[in-house]
């Protein structure tokens, strides 16, 4: 890991970009005198690691005590895309306007994504703790489909907080059942783009023995930020 950038902010928190190979990511860790619980951050359907609001939320929970990180995994956010990314992507934003199915375009390119997507944030988990500042315990927050894989097969991810607004592909509608580490469900009811009905069997899947539903209405960006804050102490109970 060799970070490239730093920038301390006025609350303290140190910012840090970093590369990992061809992985690309940040790191923003609070003043500490100890080692520090980890949250691996993903935006849904692999947005930008810089997106404003992921940057929002990361910043809010390092200043509540975690190292905090995030990467652009394979196929995501600035990272190159394969031909057929481009085009599932092309197909998804045609079918959007004409009104038509999208469920096996989302499947087409949303399911590669995730297969890509956790050995590399395996990777940056390796590096990340690693470091002498971080010690864990480990907890993940955002991508449902990726969290729901990375919590199924990662033993060191202790709980995960999850953000029902993005296309969960059928594999990981079904590896659900094997997730059974603490989880914050957060779903907005309006969702235009993910059916609510889906998002509560999904809910219900899980074999968490502990496990809660947030549901706020309001459309796709509409999660009020107080989920933010309530993450955190969702956190702040099974990570520290």
């Not at 061809?22 to 849904?44: D, F, Q």
Request: with cysteine; proline share 7%; hydrophobic share 40%.
């Amino acid at each position: 890991m060799q970070f490239t950038s730093e920038h301390r902010h006025d609350d303290g928190v140190l910012e840090r970009e970093f590369t990992l190979g061809e992985i690309p990511g940040t790191l923003w860790t609070p003043r500490s005198a100890t080692p520090l619980p980890l949250i691996l951050m993903a935006h849904n359907n692999g947005l930008p690691k810089g997106a404003a609001r992921l940057v929002a939320r990361a910043r809010q929970s390092a200043a509540y005590g975690y190292a905090v990180a995030t990467i652009d995994a394979t196929g995501c956010g600035d990272r190159p895309r394969s031909a057929a990314d481009e085009q599932a992507r092309s197909d998804f934003r045609r079918a959007m306007r004409a009104g038509g199915p999208v469920d096996e375009i989302f499947e087409s390119f949303i399911g590669p994504l995730v297969e890509k997507a956790v050995p590399d944030w395996r990777t940056t988990l390796d590096a990340l703790l690693a470091l002498p500042e971080i010690g864990g315990p480990v907890g993940y927050s955002g991508w449902t489909a990726v969290g729901i894989r990375l919590a199924a097969v990662e033993p060191r991810i202790a709980a995960a907080g999850l953000f029902a607004g993005g296309y969960v592909p059928r594999a990981q509608r079904e590896e659900a059942r094997q997730v059974n580490v603490p989880l914050l469900f957060l779903l907005q009811w309006d969702d235009e783009g993910n059916p609510r009905q889906r998002a509560l069997d999904l809910f219900d899947a899980f074999g968490s023995a502990e496990k809660t539903l947030h549901a706020n209405l309001g459309g796709h960006t509409g999660t009020p930020w107080f989920e933010v804050e309530d993450g955190n102490r969702f956190f702040d109970r099974h990570l520290k």
